[in-house]
């Protein structure tokens, strides 16, 4: 079965940085675009950046655009999203999704559970 | 940057219908994708395309579109449907998605 595994969230501080990874299984990951969301406590979903899947493509929320850099190695099925001069509001558990697309649209179809990133002093 | 519009908060009679929106220019031609998340867990794939579940997903569960509004439709809203419900739809003008803010919805 598909299964989309985060690691690497913790506690930084401002300013610093971390590298999220996405480990995956039960299916070919380098058929797949790969995105990450998050969410901030309380808050609502939010997408951060997708990675086609021969990686010729990214592209990113507007907020962390310049901050962070989504990549991928399809020799060991992992996504990666490197996180640079966090910010407080950067806070929030990630998400590793998969895209599944047709021709006519596209969906999130499986989602990791998350890992959560606290930025704090 | 285009933006999903949804109500805040829903509730619906046990075993009523209920109907989720989602407002946005995007929608006039891509199709949405919708999310059912309960506390403290990963999102659920619901309904997406023109109106079509994931296997597992109740056929109680159904989508349409209207011009720039999408619509999630729960015929018989059961107990355990309480959850957020998200929209999401793709601008392929600048490869983003975005979605919308969120739909609490309370089975009374």
């Known amino acids: 079965q598909v299964q989309l595994v985060e690691s690497g969230g913790g506690v930084v501080q401002p300013g610093k940085s971390l590298r999220l990874s996405c480990v995956t299984s039960g299916f070919i990951f380098s058929s797949y675009g790969m995105h990450w969301v998050r969410q901030a406590p309380g808050k609502g979903l939010e997408w951060v950046a997708v990675?086609?899947?021969?990686?010729?493509?990214?592209s990113y929320v507007d907020s962390v655009k310049g901050r962070f850099t989504i990549s991928r190695d399809n020799s060991k099925n992992t996504l990666y999203l490197q996180m640079n001069s966090l910010r407080v509001e950067d806070t929030a558990v990630y998400y590793c999704?998969?895209?599944?697309?047709?021709?006519?649209?596209?969906?999130?179809?499986?989602w990791g559970q998350g890992t959560l990133v606290t930025v704090s002093s | 940057s285009s933006e999903l519009t949804q109500d805040p908060a829903v509730s619906v009679a046990l075993g009523q219908t209920v109907r989720i929106t989602c407002q946005g220019d995007s929608l006039g031609n891509s199709y949405a994708s919708w999310y059912q998340q309960k506390p403290g867990q990963a999102p659920v794939l619901v309904v997406y395309?023109?109106?079509n579940r994931p296997s597992g997903i109740p056929d109680r569960f159904s989508g349409s579109r209207s011009g720039n509004t999408a619509s999630l439709t729960i015929t018989g809203a059961q107990a355990e449907d309480e959850a957020d419900y998200y929209c999401?739809?793709?601008?392929?003008?600048?490869?983003?998605?975005?979605f919308g803010g969120g739909t609490k919805l309370t089975v009374l």
């Open positions: 990675m086609w899947y021969d990686g010729s493509i990214e």
């Open positions: 395309g023109r109106n």
């Open positions: 999401n739809s793709r601008d392929s003008s600048v490869n983003h998605w975005v």
């Open positions: 999704v998969r895209d599944y697309d047709t021709s006519n649209y596209d969906y999130f179809d499986h």
